[in-house]
């Protein structure tokens, strides 16, 4: 697994400051993806020297990291959100610590799931759009306690 590129994002998890790391090797290949780069084999190996790095960079500033794609190894997605979760980076915890979330063209909760706090699925269909699309086929969904919430809503404006 590889990190094509980071990003400090306040709009891909509702209520949270998030570092996004978007990952290589992107089996889905969606048309009209706004990243089709990231079906590549680009960037740099995902391991615990990167992730400390990222973490003791951006740890004051964020309350949670996504791993935006991923798809071709759902276990290792896992395995690297819990490495976040346990990370004793000196970094401003909101209750619960550190969260981390998945960006997922699956359609299927992955298998680990409680290695995450947001999971957003579905394959993206241009014709439907993405999450700020009442239409969409995507949903994200936050984890309350034991359960899923879907919150796609959240990313849908009001009219006043």
């Known amino acids: 697994m590889k990190v094509a590129s980071f990003d400090i994002v306040f709009q891909e998890i509702p209520g949270e400051v ?23 084999d680009i960037g740099e ?3 615990e020297e ?7 960079r951006y740890g004051t500033m964020i309350t949670c990291v996504a791993f935006m794609g991923g798809d071709a190894d759902p276990a ?3 395995q690297w959100a819990r490495y976040v979760k346990a990370c004793p980076q000196p970094i401003p915890k909101g209750k619960g610590g ?8 699956r359609t299927n909760m992955p298998q680990d799931e409680k ?3 947001y999971v957003k699925l579905g394959p993206y269909i241009e014709a439907l759009g993405g999450l700020k699309s009442e ?10 306690g034991e359960e899923w919430e879907d919150i796609t809503s959240s990313f849908w404006r009001k009219q006043l």
């Open 98 to 105: 550190l969260r981390t979330a998945w960006y997922s063209g």
């Open 135 to 144: 239409k969409t086929n995507q949903h994200l969904y936050k984890r309350i």
């Open 76 to 78: 290792e997605v896992a």
């Open 50 to 56: 990167l992730l400390n790095g990222l973490l003791a």
């Open 18 to 40: 998030t570092l996004a790391l978007n990952l290589s090797n992107c089996p889905c290949h969606c048309p009209g993806c706004h990243s089709p780069h990231l079906a590549e």
């Open 45 to 47: 190996i995902v391991n």
């Open 115 to 117: 290695a995450f706090d």
